[in-house]
C-alpha cells in the first residue's frame, strides 16, 4: 500500500521564522512528488517535483526531492501570518496517476 | 472560465439516506477523482475515473457508488452503508498522460443529523 507521511503534524512559529516541512513516501511506481497549501477548501498548488536534487522556488517558498531517501522537503524562509495554513504532500505513482496524500503539516505563524 | 463545480458546497444528510454529490468539469479532462478529508488528515482516494464509462475504486470505496456516463460529470452517491460518511468531499480532474495539472473543485462539505 502505497504511503505518504508528513512531520510535523502542527507548528507554530512567529513572523519572521523559517520552516522546514517534511514529507517521506513509500510507493510503488512513482511518478512525481507535488506540494499544496489548502487554508478553507480547495488545495492550491505550489510545486511539482520529479528529479533528485533540484530546487523547486517560488518566492519565499522552495522545495526539493531527495528520490534516494525517499524524501522532500518544503522550505519557507522570512514567514508570514499569510502562510497560515494546512501543507499537504501528494506522490503521484501508477498508471492512473493518483495522488496519495500525507496527512498534512498545521502551520500557525503568529504575528 | 475553466473549471470544476461541485455542489452542493454544504449537505445535511439524514442517518439512513442517500445522498449523490455533483461534481461537473469543462476542461475537457479525462480523468477525475473524488477524494475525502476528514479534520486533521489529509486526503484520501475514493474513486477515480480514467475515461467515461469506466471506474475504479480508491483506498476507501466502501459505502459509495460512482458513475461516469459523460466525461463532464463524476457524480458521487454517499450510501446509507457509509458508517461515518461526515467529512469535506473534494473533486479533481486532470488531463491524460505525462501531464501532472491536477485542478481540485472547491468542495463539498456533507454532515450527517
Known amino acids: 500500500e502505497d504511503k505518504v507521511v508528513q512531520s510535523p503534524l502542527s507548528l507554530v512559529v512567529h513572523e519572521g521564522d523559517t520552516v522546514t516541512l517534511n514529507c517521506s513516501y513509500e510507493?510503488?511506481?512513482?511518478?512525481?512528488l507535488l506540494w499544496y497549501k489548502q487554508e478553507k477548501k480547495a488545495p492550491t498548488f505550489l510545486f511539482m517535483l520529479t528529479s533528485s536534487g533540484i530546487e523547486k522556488k517560488s518566492g519565499r517558498l522552495s522545495s526539493i526531492l531527495d528520490k534516494k531517501e525517499l524524501f522532500s522537503i518544503l522550505n519557507i524562509t522570512a514567514t508570514q501570518t499569510g502562510d497560515s495554513a494546512v501543507y499537504l504532500c501528494a506522490v503521484v505513482s501508477g498508471s492512473a496517476r493518483q495522488l496519495t496524500f500525507g496527512s498534512g503539516t498545521q502551520l500557525t505563524v503568529l504575528p | 472560465d475553466g473549471g470544476i463545480t461541485q455542489s452542493p458546497k454544504y449537505l445535511f444528510r439524514k442517518e439512513g439516506q442517500n445522498v449523490t454529490l455533483s461534481c461537473e468539469q469543462n476542461l475537457n479532462h479525462d480523468a477525475m477523482y473524488w477524494y475525502r478529508q476528514d479534520p486533521g488528515q489529509g486526503l484520501r482516494l475514493i474513486y477515480y475515473?480514467?475515461?467515461?464509462?469506466?471506474?475504479q475504486k480508491g483506498d476507501i470505496a466502501e459505502g459509495y457508488s460512482v458513475s461516469r456516463e459523460k466525461k463532464e460529470s463524476f457524480p458521487l452517491t454517499v450510501t446509507s452503508a457509509q458508517k461515518n460518511p461526515t467529512a469535506f468531499y473534494l473533486c479533481?480532474?486532470?488531463?491524460?498522460?505525462?501531464?501532472?495539472?491536477?485542478?481540485f473543485g472547491s468542495g463539498t462539505r456533507l454532515t450527517v443529523v
Open positions: 479533481a480532474s486532470r488531463v491524460q498522460g505525462e501531464g501532472y495539472g491536477y485542478t
Open positions: 510507493v510503488t511506481n512513482f511518478r512525481s
Open positions: 475515473s480514467q475515461i467515461v464509462n469506466d471506474f
